[in-house]
């Protein structure tokens, strides 16, 4: 008999390949962007980011996290029709509260710009953010229906068309803006944005009509089956989305209090205002992408584990949970060990090799070692989100916030960006700490410190040692290979040591 993969594996395969694929291109689209509209240009586009995560917080992660819970416990209890009004509920409030966001922001933007963001070219770029608010409230719905079936395919496919058509219409609206010798504006990244969630969109919408249509004639018996009225799914999904909204939204707010005052603080340390949004934007539109890159993973394990762990947790299956805890938590610290080799060992060439700035080289090497207690923390974090322990992880969160916020506002001014760096790894080693801590109190797991951390400590070491003395860097060719070849050696020693367990 034909064995079958696991859901969580197919689709964590899904959406890693996906992912990577969509990163590979936002790298070459950030490279060329930088290029377009200089490193205070990233800065400025940046700044827009904390407006983004309030936004998101209140419209689409928490209702989506919702949809995909509900709906991997309409699957489990077989009420099939119960997870069909629980999406169709979801998509309603959230497109609901991204109209009344967006008409909000497109009319106060002037001032948002001015007296929020402290730049007042921020405000074109804050109306086109308002006009993608309802498109990614409903492309943020759609994918937590698919979410909560372990389906991936369809946003993982969403995800790809809206980076192919976001890179291809600003490479298109930049080359003929240079034709015609016209001047190049940071809105240009923000159109990208709008048209990329548009045809985003597009594809999931078609999808979901395909999908109701084949779910009708496949289960007939469907409107026979458990059915929540429209009140009572609405009012389910207001009593998850709420707490995760308000513990985003804090969040969100003291993000952007964060986001809007590093840029100040190194004024304070003697930068000019350019030279600030020109470090601002080398840290979060360069370097930080960097680091982020290999999460596409850990983000694809975490999209899939809260679903299954929600519907286990529905079965009171709890040898599961702590099965995929167990081997979550592993993988996540073996990739987190790997990329901070490559990047201590390499992060300074990357930065001059792809965006010919010695500085991201620099934040590259010192956010190398973030990698284990960031993909952990992620990994943890989604585990306890899926059991329902959203107020634990909120206030872990709050703590590893509060961290960075008091780098910002006290030792940046003496200290400069550097101090923010610190801040960030300390900020992640604390809630990676406690998300593990407490996700061992409720679901008793095996980790050996000697199998988990000491062996691919030791295998990263040997790998980049090998790989500098085989291969000298020369170019971006000798780059991509070295990297290639750590992860090869690397594998190869987890592999030869697996006996040690």
């Known amino acids: ?179 015609q010798g016209k001047e190049l504006t940071v809105t240009i990244a923000a159109l990208g944005l709008i048209v990329g969630e548009m045809a985003s969109l ?48 804090i969040l969100g707010v003291l993000q952007s209090i964060e986001a809007i005052q590093i840029p100040n603080r190194l004024q304070m340390s003697g930068l000019t205002s350019a030279d600030a949004l020109s470090v601002y934007g080398v840290l979060t539109g360069m370097s930080l992408p960097f680091i982020l890159f290999p999460s596409a993973l850990t983000n694809s394990v975490s999209v899939m584990l809260l679903p299954s762990v929600a519907e286990a947790q529905s079965v009171s299956d709890t040898d599961k949970i702590s099965r995929t805890t167990e081997l979550s938590i592993g993988y996540s610290v073996y990739l987190g060990i790997l990329c901070t080799g490559i990047f201590v060992a390499w992060g300074g060439e990357m930065g001059s090799l792809l965006f010919q700035n010695s500085d991201a080289g620099t934040y590259i090497t010192i956010l190398g070692w973030l990698c284990p207690f960031l993909y952990l923390a992620t990994t943890a974090g989604s585990i306890l989100n899926g059991m329902g322990k959203t107020a634990a992880t909120f206030v872990q969160n709050l703590a590893g916030l509060s961290i960075r916020l008091a780098f910002v506002f006290l030792l940046i001014p003496r200290y400069g960006i550097l101090a923010y760096l610190w801040g960030m790894l300390a900020s992640q080693l604390l809630v990676a700490g406690l998300h593990t801590f407490t996700l061992y109190r409720m679901i008793p797991f095996s980790f050996s410190a000697f199998y988990r951390v000491l062996r691919p400590m030791a295998a990263i070491a040997i790998a980049v040692r090998i790989t500098k003395h085989m291969l000298p860097l020369s170019g971006l060719p000798g780059l991509v290979a070295g990297c290639l070849l750590i992860c090869v050696f690397y594998l190869l020693f987890l592999l030869a040591t697996k006996w040690a367990k």
Request: proline share 3%; glycine share 8%; net charge positive.
């Open 1 to 179: 008999m034909k064995r079958q993969a696991h859901p969580i594996i197919t689709g964590t395969l899904i959406l890693t390949a996906t992912g990577f694929l969509s990163r590979i291109l936002g790298f070459f689209y950030r490279i060329y962007l930088s290029n377009l509209i200089g490193a205070e240009g990233m800065g400025i586009y940046q700044l827009i980011a904390p407006v983004t995560g309030v936004c998101f917080a209140l419209c689409c992660g928490p209702i989506q996290t919702a949809i995909s819970r509900f709906v991997a416990q309409s699957l489990a209890t077989g009420h099939l029709k119960d997870g069909r009004s629980q999406f169709s509920a979801g998509l309603y409030l959230s497109e609901a509260i991204a109209v009344l966001l967006a008409g909000l922001i497109y009319v106060k933007a002037d001032f948002l710009a001015a007296a929020l963001l402290g730049e007042p070219r921020t405000a074109d770029l804050l109306r086109l953010l308002a006009l993608s608010l309802p498109i990614t409230a409903a492309h943020s719905a759609i994918n937590g229906y698919y979410y909560g079936k372990k389906k991936t395919e369809v946003p993982s496919l969403s995800q790809l068309a809206e980076q192919l058509v976001r890179v291809g219409v600003v490479c298109l609206i930049a080359n003929y803006y240079l034709a």
């Open 202 to 249: 597009l594809v999931s919408f078609l999808a979901i009509r395909v999908t109701f249509f084949h779910e009708d004639l496949l289960f007939e018996d469907l409107s026979a089956t458990a059915s929540l009225h429209k009140s009572g799914a609405l009012r389910n999904i207001l009593l998850l989305a709420t707490p995760l909204a308000a513990n985003r939204l």
